[in-house]
């Protein structure tokens, strides 16, 4: 009974010294919360540099220029984004793991925006196109001012989803190196193997309130830019 007792108080006191390392090092691991947002907002940044043109070369585009954006697209969604991590850091040869990292979620990013983009303008009414030519716009200038706006205000429920991926997926930076969120938890636990549960427990305590924030964020911008009556993609 004793014996019992002394075993629940020596564990209760080490929660509490594994709650004070945490603690400790809480700024140590917001430095790598920084370095997460950053990669995010990069990486889904280029996705959508890439992934909305793509999105559309796929609607409009000819058909060899719709069959290699398809392709290309086909690859990088079939292919783990550790693999692609790897490809960009180790055989490509950035020399920079943040700069790899970008490129590698960036490129996966776009694939999907693609879609996301692709299905947010074939939703738009093709009747649409045909009254803005009627009123003497090309087919380009018809496309810029018609369906371009209306697509970018349906996607935003399918882009408010690839957000939180990328967002959640910038912890497999750690295998390239990258000193993120994760990969500073892990430092710290090998520093002191009895706070592991304490240190992801607190890792997993930001990456909630980062996923949590964003997707709060982007259902007021869906709000807000919601087309009257009309239907998301």
Do not use: C
Not at 37 to 53: E, N, Q, Y
Not at 62 to 84: F, H, N, Q
Not at 113 to 125: C, L, N
Not at 215 to 226: E, F, G, T
């Amino acid at each position: 009974m004793d014996g019992t007792l002394i075993d629940a108080g020596s564990s209760l006191a080490l929660q509490i010294d594994d709650w004070a390392f945490v603690l400790e090092h809480a700024d140590y691991l917001l430095g790598g919360t920084v370095i997460t947002i950053l990669l995010t907002i990069a990486s889904v940044l280029l996705g959508f540099l890439l992934g909305f043109p793509a999105g559309a070369v796929e609607v409009y585009g000819g058909r060899y220029s719709k069959g290699l954006v398809s392709t290309v697209g086909v690859v990088l969604r079939g292919t783990p984004i550790l693999v692609i991590l790897i490809v960009m850091f180790f055989v490509v040869s950035i020399n920079s793991a943040f700069l790899a990292a970008i490129l590698g979620l960036g490129l996966r990013s776009a694939a999907y925006q693609s879609q996301i983009f692709r299905g947010a303008i074939q939703s738009v009414d093709e009747g649409q196109i045909e009254a803005a030519r009627s009123v003497g716009m090309s087919k380009l200038e018809a496309i810029r001012h018609v369906v371009v706006p209306q697509s970018l205000r349906r996607s935003v429920p399918g882009f408010q989803n690839e957000f939180t991926i990328v967002l959640k997926d910038t912890s497999i930076a750690f295998a390239i190196g990258l000193a993120e969120l994760l990969s500073r938890s892990y430092d710290l636990f090998v520093q002191q193997t009895t706070a592991v549960l304490e240190i992801i427990l607190f890792a997993s305590a930001i990456y909630f309130v980062l996923t949590f924030s964003t997707n709060r964020a982007l259902d007021r911008l869906a709000d807000a830019y919601a087309i009257p009556g009309g239907e998301t993609a």
